[in-house]
Structure formats: structure tokens, C-alpha cells
């Protein structure tokens, strides 16, 4: 997923992304056609791109919002 900078996350909506209270900088934004992600650095301070770290364990702190009919909403899965 690309990574989009501060510039094009602002519209008419949104005027700014929130400050992410552990580093400072804004929250991260990141879409594709299925879902996108608001996310802060969480309390190590390094941007792990959401990614979860080698424990398995969250590294960042993350909002993960799935387009409805996409395939990451679950569309199609088995429950």
C-alpha cells in the first residue's frame, strides 16, 4: 500500500491528520482499493509501517477500515 504524505490526506473534510502523541509527527494514513489504515508509531517510537513485529506482537497502533465489498472485508469468507 503507498504511503500518502501529509499534502494529499487534507480536503475539505479533514484539514489535518491528529498529532500522534508518541513521536510528534501526524498519525500515518495508507490505502489501496480494499482497505486503509490510520496509524501511530505506538510507545517504540519507530514507524513499522503497521506491520506487526517478529513476536507477533503490534508494533504500531492501528485503525484498519475495510472498504465494504472489497475483498478484505471478508467478502465471500466462511464463518
Given at each position: 500500500m503507498p504511503i500518502v504524505d501529509d499534502?494529499?490526506?487534507?480536503?475539505k473534510y479533514v484539514k489535518?491528520?491528529?498529532i500522534d502523541p508518541f513521536d510528534?509527527?501526524?498519525?500515518?494514513?495508507?490505502?489501496d482499493a480494499g482497505e486503509y489504515?490510520?496509524?501511530?508509531?505506538?510507545?517504540?517510537?519507530?514507524d513499522d509501517g503497521s506491520a506487526d513485529t517478529a513476536t507477533g506482537q503490534p508494533s504500531d497502533?492501528?485503525?484498519r477500515v475495510r472498504l465494504k465489498g472489497s475483498a478484505a472485508s471478508g467478502?465471500?469468507?466462511q464463518h
Open positions: 499534502r494529499t490526506r487534507r480536503s489535518a491528520l491528529p510528534g509527527a501526524s498519525l500515518r494514513y495508507r490505502a489504515l490510520v496509524y501511530s508509531v505506538g510507545s517504540n517510537g519507530v497502533i492501528v485503525v467478502a465471500g469468507e
